[in-house]
């Protein structure tokens, strides 16, 4: 099955300063990727998704890339507020076979400092 | 608000019991799905729902099952509970049964005494 992992478990960033997540995942026909924030004690909130057939998707201060060849994700956050502190979880959609669940990552924690 | 509505909030229960969690996806929303988190096993994919009909079953154990019924509402039972079982389980809904957004609900949390 997919194995979707994260590079770094814990990411200590300043106030203003931007962020980069990132992910990697296994399965090279994976087609549907998805970024979600879950803050402590509520559920994971989509952030943006991306499907294979692009390498960029840009939303509001942020942005994922998609490097197929190598099997990466990225979410990039620009100039980081205390607010976006919280778990960042990267997954990647399944097939039909298992209804297009997502695989999710361990999830990376994102500590904004003042 | 994502729309998605999960209760109870938090479940406490003993070993051997049964539970029911419900979710009640956003409006206009067919596909249901049940994912189980941990802090061991992280976020994992439990059992989908579209329209009514079980459409895909991930890591679900035999003593759990789930429905959706025709006001597109679920619940997710789980029986027999031992303390592994202890957990956030999390509903999300999604407008189709293919590769789209999924919104989440609050979640609710289960501990197993």
């Known amino acids: 099955g997919e194995s979707v992992g994260l590079h770094l478990p814990t990411l200590s960033v300043q106030e203003g300063d931007n962020s980069i997540i990132n992910c990697a995942y296994s399965?090279?026909?994976?087609?549907?990727f998805i970024w979600y924030k879950q803050e402590s004690g509520k559920g994971p909130q989509f952030i943006i998704d991306?499907?294979?057939?692009?390498d960029k998707r840009q939303g509001q201060r942020v942005t994922v890339l998609l490097n197929k060849t190598v099997k990466h994700l990225s979410l990039q956050i620009a100039a980081t507020q205390p607010g976006d502190s919280a778990v960042y979880f990267c997954?990647?959609?399944?097939?039909?076979?298992?209804?297009?669940?997502?695989?999710f990552g361990k999830g990376t924690s994102l500590l904004v400092t003042p | 608000d994502s729309g998605v509505t999960q209760t109870p909030k938090h479940l406490i229960t003993a070993t051997g019991q049964r539970v029911t969690l419900r979710c009640s996806p956003r409006?206009?929303?067919?596909?249901v799905y049940w994912y189980q988190q941990s802090l061991d096993q992280g976020l994992q994919f439990l059992i989908q729902?579209?329209?009514?009909?079980?459409?895909a079953k991930g890591n679900i154990l035999e003593r759990f099952s789930a429905q959706q019924f025709p006001d597109l509402h679920s619940e997710l039972n789980l029986s027999s509970l031992e303390l592994g079982d202890s957990a956030l389980y999390f509903c999300?809904?999604?407008?189709?049964?293919?590769?789209?957004?999924?919104?989440f609900g609050p979640g609710t949390r289960l501990t197993v005494t």
């Open positions: 999300a809904s999604s407008v189709a049964g293919g590769p789209r957004e999924q919104y």
């Open positions: 399965n090279s026909a994976s087609d549907y």
């Open positions: 991306i499907r294979s057939n692009m």
């Open positions: 997954a990647v959609g399944g097939d039909s076979n298992s209804g297009y669940a997502l695989n």
């Open positions: 409006s206009g929303d067919l596909s």
């Open positions: 729902y579209y329209n009514g009909e079980e459409r």
